[in-house]
């Protein structure tokens, strides 16, 4: 695969993430100047220190739906709470969201032997409102990389190769090689993300691309390779909720 560029950018924190430096109209402006044609907010969940309040999550309607031109998604980086895959936010706000990333974050939740933490993302893959599952790369939190794929093949549900993680959580580079090599043989379905906290850094991707690309990941795995890919995907993953919640 050689893909220099995603238009889509599904992983971006404003300041209402606590430790993040930059407004939405910040971010979009600066994805805009980047040429990203869509991205996803997604703050971090209530459970972390200085992140917003639950209301945060439900006032989106006052959003529009584009900011400079780029495409403006909402939803939420949730914090996987407990064993049972649970995350921190109420299920009324989560069906409001356009997208439900799950990951495992210090200090919302310790991290355990790898078979707890293994159970941990199972166990969050298997809650019908979560989409994908962000940074499984991070070695705070080793996994079994094999059993954690083939559950969200099976759930049809994204894996994250996070930019950010190889410059801030050392280690992390080789896990995301693991990662990406192993979701190419299996056909799982990725998203390459900045996991920005500041302006400068939405779309900047670099890193991660060449270790998809090293793995040789396909063009269609990456849905974040094309804007329609997202699109059909949200679309596909809200039927899904609609057939399991009702
Ligand atoms: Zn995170
Ligand atoms: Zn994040």
């Not at 910040?26 to 044609?37: F, V």
């Not at 939420?76 to 995350?87: F, R």
């Not at 439900?100 to 993302?121: K, R, Y």
């Not at 705070?140 to 794929?149: N, R, S, Y």
Request: charged residues 20%; proline residues 6%; glycine residues 6%.
């Amino acid at each position: 695969m050689s893909i220099k560029f995603l238009p889509a950018d599904l992983h971006v924190h404003t300041m209402a993430s606590g430790h993040s430096y930059s407004s939405l109209e910040e971010i979009c402006r600066s994805a805009a100047s980047k040429g990203l044609e869509m991205i996803a907010v997604t703050e971090h969940g209530p459970a972390m220190p200085g992140g917003p309040h639950m209301y945060y999550f439900g006032n989106s309607q006052v959003l529009p739906s584009f900011i400079n031109g780029v495409r403006l998604l909402f939803g939420i980086e949730a914090n996987i709470i407990n064993m049972y895959g649970e995350i921190d936010l109420p299920s009324n706000y989560l069906q409001k969201l356009d997208f439900v990333w799950a990951g495992l974050h210090p200090p919302c939740i310790e991290s355990g032997d790898l078979e707890f933490n293994t159970c941990m993302l199972i166990k969050a893959l298997e809650n019908p409102y979560v989409d994908g599952i962000v940074h499984p790369c991070n070695p705070e939190f080793p996994i079994d990389v094999a059993q954690v794929l083939h559950k969200a093949n099976k759930e049809q549900k994204l894996i994250e190769i996070n930019n950010s993680s190889v410059f801030v959580r050392p280690g992390s580079r080789e896990n995301s090689k693991e990662i990406a090599s192993l979701a190419a043989k299996l056909g799982n379905k990725v998203m390459v993300n900045s996991d920005a906290h500041f302006s400068g850094d939405v779309g900047n991707v670099k890193a991660a691309l060449e270790i998809t690309a090293q793995a040789g990941l396909s063009l269609e795995q990456v849905i974040n390779a094309n804007p329609d890919y997202v699109l059909e995907f949200k679309e596909k993953r809200h039927d899904v909720k609609v057939k399991v919640l009702k």
